[in-house]
């Protein structure tokens, strides 16, 4: 049986808040078993925040709903001040523009080239006209090439994407990403398929890229080092709750640890 754990607290720096998460509750369909039970949690703009816990503890789970890719079975999410939880399918589709995704599996079209992808990242903004490069409006393609420059990857802008290694099909995925001008990034596993030296390259860049343009980072990592070098909190789920939640500079790697094994001192 594993041992219920003490919970941390860490009241954020009193600043305008991105994400605000309250008695946030999601069930699984099939059969009603809970995946994230009353997580209440405020996220001020500019701050990178790093979810840690086990398979199936729901950092997931929770990055998905704050843009109800999953639906809440209860409690409230607000981004940037606007009512997710209650949001019209309109009204949430502007919401999901400010919000950029980064996956684990990078979600790109392999056999399309790095700069095709990458343009494919405004369809938000400007719709079908960004399904191909040359029906894309030339200030997108502009944008395209400036944010390719950003990631280090100019120069492979015409390779299919499939020919890249993973760090760079990832630095892809940022790319496009930032064609959306997101005010907020969430990101969910983004570096566990990467070796060590990729992964430290991507997450060098992901906050870099979010402290020069103020943006808000949520990223679920496994990798206690990554969480304690790269955000500024740390939160630990267990079984769909909170159960750590402070200042990376308050932590060390043995608490952290401890999320995954036994309670937290």
Not at 33 to 38: N, T
Not at 54 to 70: E, H, I
Not at 117 to 138: D, E, F, I, K
């Amino acid at each position: 049986m594993v041992a219920s754990l003490t919970r941390i607290t860490a009241a954020p720096a009193v600043t305008e808040t991105a994400i605000s998460v309250s008695n946030l509750s999601v069930r699984y369909r099939r059969n009603g078993a809970v995946s994230l039970s009353g997580v209440d949690l405020v996220i001020p703009d500019g701050q990178t925040v790093a979810l840690i816990g086990t398979n199936g503890a729901g950092k997931s789970t929770l990055l998905r709903c704050l843009v109800r890719l999953v639906e809440p079975a209860e409690g409230t999410i607000t981004i940037g001040g606007a009512d997710v939880t209650k949001a019209s399918r309109r009204t949430l589709r502007a919401i999901r523009q400010d919000v950029g995704f980064v996956f684990q599996r990078f979600h790109l079209i392999p056999r399309l080239t790095v700069f095709h992808n990458v343009v494919h990242g405004a369809m938000g903004r400007y719709g079908s006209r960004c399904a191909w490069p040359l029906t894309a409006p030339h200030r997108v393609r502009t944008q395209a090439m400036e944010s390719l420059d950003r990631v280090g990857l100019a120069a492979s802008a015409g390779r299919r994407v499939e020919t890249l290694s993973g760090g760079q099909q990832q630095r892809v995925a940022i790319a496009r990403m930032l064609m959306q001008q997101p005010r907020v990034i969430l990101a969910d596993e983004p570096v566990a398929s990467l070796d060590p030296a990729s992964a430290n390259a991507v997450m060098d860049l992901m906050c870099a890229i979010a402290a020069e343009r103020g943006v808000t980072v949520v990223v679920a990592l496994h990798q206690i080092d990554l969480a304690l070098r790269y955000a500024d909190r740390v939160v630990g789920l267990r079984n769909g709750a909170v159960e750590l939640d402070r200042a990376a500079r308050e932590c060390d790697a043995a608490q952290l640890h401890s999320v995954y094994t036994e309670a937290v001192r």
